[in-house]
């Protein structure tokens, strides 16, 4: 696939992403952190990194994330995969 039609993709599934995540409001939570941010301020996270072409616009395999150093990421992948199995998405 075309590299500018990916990066095409990315930015429509990053934005129903946070869409998807948000409340009323217009505010998600972090699912590494718990930090109440607006959607536009968010990132699309993904589990299983984007490189994995199979997974990058599974809808299971990626949520709504404050915005992130590499370093804070490294600490909080962690807490991530807890929280991806405590909201039941066992099987990506």
Same mark, same amino acid.
């Given at each position: 696939? /075309?590299? &500018?039609?990916?990066?095409? $993709? &990315? @930015?429509?599934? +990053?934005?129903? #992403? !946070?869409? !998807? &995540?948000?409340? %009323?409001?217009g505010y998600v939570s972090c699912i +590494? @952190?718990?930090?109440? #941010? +607006?959607?536009?301020?968010s990132d699309a996270g993904h589990y299983?990194? !984007?490189?994995?072409? +199979?997974? %990058?616009? *599974?809808?299971? /395999?990626?949520?709504? #994330?404050?915005?992130?150093? *590499?370093?804070?990421? &490294?600490? $909080? #992948?962690?807490?991530? !995969?807890?929280?991806?199995?405590?909201l039941k998405y066992e099987k990506l």
């Open positions: 696939m /075309n590299k &500018d039609k990916i990066k095409q $993709l &990315d @930015c429509i599934f +990053s934005e129903y #992403i !946070r869409l !998807r &995540d948000a409340n %009323r409001g +590494s @952190c718990g930090a109440r #941010i +607006s959607w536009k301020n299983v990194p !984007r490189g994995n072409m +199979s997974l %990058r616009f *599974d809808e299971k /395999n990626v949520n709504a #994330i404050k915005h992130y150093s *590499d370093s804070e990421l &490294d600490l $909080l #992948i962690l807490h991530y !995969r807890k929280e991806v199995k405590r």
